[in-house]
T-cell receptor, first 115, second 110 residues
């Protein structure tokens, strides 16, 4: 297993500002992902964070709004840019781990409220 | 049509009851299947993987029917601590991307 941490755990921001969320893993992982979970909804994949290259975004998500960095195999950041109240969500990073069960494991999430 | 569909519930059951959740998926090329559990204000956590042969982990039994594209989760002897949202999850292939159902909420009452 791996220990996955996120910073900040929560934040309250003003509209028009940007917030950068950090995701740190205690071991090297090939695949990292960023999700959004809006209130009362399930998880929606924002993008796959690729080490050394641009992230791969899902339909409906664009780099200008959600720039992602992945400088190495243990760290990634997601920025939520020019925020509006509709961006109020939980943002989660996850990593793919191969082991007894090959699947994704999640960080604790960042709860964002935009006023 | 959603790629992974679940009945959102809520399922309200008494302690000790047996409860079953179902899920259907639309992509026949899906390769692996999971149930995750999500407690309120927490991240999803892997509960168990799902195989065609069925697999059991204590009070939990998961089953996959590839022909019908149907996944189930059975919880026996429900505990108060089983109260959570159960997410049906499908992996499409070697991209590592997971598709999540909307989740089924279970509330176990004393």
């Amino acid at each position: 297993s791996a220990v996955i941490s996120q910073k900040p755990s929560r934040d309250i921001c003003q509209r028009g500002t940007s917030l950068t969320i950090q995701c740190q893993v205690d071991s090297q992982v090939t695949m990292m992902f960023w999700y959004r979970q809006q209130p009362g909804q399930s998880l929606t994949l924002i993008a796959t964070a690729n080490q050394g290259s641009e992230a791969t975004y899902e339909s409906g998500f664009v780099i200008d709004k959600f720039p992602i960095s992945r400088p190495n195999l243990t760290f990634s950041t997601l920025t939520v840019s020019n925020m509006s109240p509709e961006d109020s969500s939980i943002y989660l990073c996850s990593v793919w781990l191969a082991g007894v069960i090959d699947t994704q494991y999640f960080g604790p999430g960042t709860r964002l409220t935009v006023l | 049509r959603k790629e992974v569909e679940q009945d959102p519930g809520p399922f309200n059951v008494p302690e000790g009851a047996t409860v079953a959740f179902n899920c259907t998926y639309s992509n026949s090329a899906s390769q692996s299947f999971f149930w995750y559990r999500q407690d309120c204000r927490k991240e999803p956590k892997l509960l168990m993987s799902v195989y065609s042969s069925g697999n059991e982990d204590g009070r939990f039994t998961a089953q996959l029917n590839r022909a019908s594209q149907y996944i189930s989760l059975l919880i026996r002897d429900s505990k108060l601590s089983d109260s959570a949202t159960y997410l049906c999850v499908v992996n499409l292939g070697n991209t590592g991307k997971l598709i999540f159902g909307q989740g089924t909420t279970l509330q176990v009452k004393p």
